[in-house]
């Protein structure tokens, strides 16, 4: 039986846009977990998180996931400096736990993960990470690197191959250079749910806050469920 996981990209507070009371409706319809990754950034650590706690956290189910998104940039522009993004990890985990709130799934906005992220992440107890979409071409037409499609224990040295890590890599779903993307129309998606689904592993579909998607979602539930598929959370993921 295939399992999956869909992970949402919290950010309606940066954007101005919000579905997150319909993304909540049709996932309490279906009865399907979610894992809602929370938007935290150096700039801005809180208002964002805050959106959330104050709207949205008491309607999302206990039975769902948070975990958290975070960009690695401040007020001097993009961080590539190793220290630099273990401290930004540390302030999203303070952040996001002084709203009593203990993250075990992350990702790293566009998904801009570098593998010396792994032993910080792992440090403040992240336990499984979706940051990979191995193959796909982003809306800039740049491919992501290859890696495996199956969830997978990275090498701290390189993202793309197996190692001794303690996260698990979930990687988001792909097919033809298509990522599993929600945000796309449905004729977009469906092949690739059909050939993850037809692989009978883990599919993991990611979708964000800020984009009117609910059709694509709901079309996404319907697939899955007429092709008996289980529904988990990322972390769940991990646990297999």
């Not at 039986?1 to 049709?26: H, L």
């Not at 929600?182 to 690739?192: A, I």
Request: aromatic share 8%.
């Amino acid at each position: 039986m295939p399992s999956i996981a869909i992970s949402v990209d919290c950010e309606a507070a940066n954007v101005g846009r919000c579905y997150t009371k319909e993304i909540i409706a049709i996932a309490e319809e279906f009865t399907v977990p979610l894992t809602w990754l929370i938007y935290v950034s150096e700039k801005d650590p809180l208002t964002n998180l805050d959106l959330y706690r104050n709207e949205f956290f008491h309607r999302i189910p206990s039975w769902h996931e948070i975990g958290l998104l975070v960009k690695f940039e401040n007020s001097a522009g993009y961080i590539a400096d190793h220290r630099q993004r273990g401290d930004l990890i540390r302030i999203a985990k303070d952040s996001i736990k002084s709203r009593h709130i203990k993250p075990t799934a992350f990702r790293a906005q566009g998904f801009d993960l570098y593998p010396s992220d792994l032993i910080d992440l792992e440090d403040i107890g992240i336990i499984v990470d979706g940051s990979t979409c191995p193959g796909a071409q982003d809306k800039d037409g740049v491919t992501h690197p290859k890696s495996p499609v199956q969830p997978y224990h990275p090498a701290y040295g390189d993202l793309s191959v197996e190692g001794s890590s303690k996260i698990t890599i979930a990687p988001v779903a792909t097919h033809n250079g298509v990522c599993g993307c929600l945000d796309q129309p449905w004729d977009t998606v469906r092949p690739v749910m059909d050939h993850g689904i037809s692989g009978g592993g883990f599919v993991h579909l990611c979708m964000s806050d800020t984009c009117d998607n609910t059709e694509t979602l709901r079309n996404a539930l319907n697939y899955a469920k007429s092709r008996k598929s289980r529904f988990v959370t990322m972390t769940q993921i991990a646990g297999g």
